[in-house]
């Protein structure tokens, strides 16, 4: 069986697809991050909760900042990247729910009174948002560099708030010589799927 998706659209989304860590110094322009999300803003959720938020590092002073809180290793791609985004999920998306579910207002209410409530379903619907978001950046001919490891306390003290709760950083941009490694292994179908 075919895709729908032609060969070309199949490789830059998947096969030639990787994460980058090194970049031209090509400008990413708002442009191109409001077409990226124009495109992934219908991602799946549960409730169309959407509970993902963007903040776009663009200022030398700002991406110093964040530079202070990523690990060492992921210092330098940060530090040089066309642009980094901090992808974070909102903790009060329920506050949305009425105008995003008029149809069932009342889910605000009486699936996300409580915070460990909310926090659980922006974490994973957030985590979703952000694999359609790096398949975004994909689909504008950008690579993405997404990364966890930085210090998500102190990303969240200088750049959130206590109800923002950072998912990953990502540096964003045309991939430069020698980007990426080697594509790794992957598990077989067989190794993946079961059918009961």
């Known amino acids: 069986m075919t895709l729908a998706l032609d060969a070309a659209a199949q490789d830059l989304l998947f096969r030639a697809a990787h994460t980058a860590n090194a970049f031209t110094d090509e400008p ?12 992934v803003k219908y991602a799946p959720t ?24 990523m690990a060492e290793g992921n210092r330098p791609k940060t530090r040089t990247a066309p642009l980094v985004a901090i992808l974070a999920t909102d903790n009060e998306f329920h506050e949305e729910l009425p105008h995003l579910m008029p149809h069932f207002p009342q889910a605000k209410d009486l699936f996300f009174s409580e915070r460990p409530a ?6 994973l619907n957030g985590a979703l948002q952000a694999g359609y978001f790096i398949l975004g950046v994909r689909a504008a001919g950008l690579a993405a560099g997404p990364m966890t490891g930085f210090d998500f306390a102190g990303v969240q003290k200088e750049f959130l708030d206590d109800d923002h709760t950072p998912l990953m950083v990502i540096n964003i941009g045309k991939p430069g010589v020698d980007a990426s490694h080697p594509r790794s292994p992957r598990l077989a179908y067989d190794q993946v799927v079961t059918t009961v």
């Open 46 to 69: 549960a409730f169309n909760s959407t509970p993902l938020r963007v903040v776009l590092v663009r200022s030398e002073e700002a991406r110093e900042r964040l530079v202070s809180h």
């Open 118 to 123: 909310r926090e659980g379903s922006a974490a």
């Open 28 to 39: 990413v322009s708002d442009e191109q991050v409001q077409a990226i999300y124009d495109l």
